[in-house]
Nanobody, 124 residues
Framework: QVQLVESGGGSVQAGDSLRLSCAAS????????MGWFRQAPGKERVFVAA????????YYAHSVEGRFTVSGDKAVPTVHLQMNSLKVEDTAAYFC?????????????????WGKGTVVTVSS
């Protein structure tokens, strides 16, 4: 079993930045990509960003492209989400997840390990 632990959430003003981190409890586990998802109160969990370990290719939701940057190091393993120019609509619980299979990178069902989340609140 692999545990993922997110950190770095908090309350900020619109326009500010935050950096989320996600650490895995084991150095070696079957994972080909790491993703970040978010879930606002009363809404479903949606894809934010992902990074493929082998190629370092990154993938972003349109709503965050150009503002958020995902990075990671499988050797540790950790993954980060740098969030700049935050907007009120970015307010949500943010979850990191590990993808071990071949499902669509944006689909939550493609990920088999999940963290418990860290809350980001952006006020105007």
């Amino acid at each position: 079993q692999v545990q993922l632990v997110e950190s770095g959430g908090g309350s900020v003003q619109a326009g500010d930045s935050l950096r989320l981190s996600c650490a895995a409890s084991r150095r070696t586990f079957s994972s080909n990509a790491m993703g970040w998802f978010r879930q606002a109160p009363g809404k479903e969990r949606v894809f934010v960003a992902a990074i493929f370990w082998t190629s370092n290719y990154t993938y972003y939701a349109h709503s965050v492209e150009g503002r958020f940057t995902v990075s990671g190091d499988k050797a540790v393993p950790t993954v980060h989400l740098q969030m700049n120019s935050l907007k009120v609509e970015d307010t949500a619980a943010y979850f990191c997840a590990s993808r071990g299979g071949s499902g669509h990178i944006m689909s939550p069902s493609s990920y088999n390990y999940w963290g418990k989340g860290t809350v980001v609140t952006v006020s105007s």
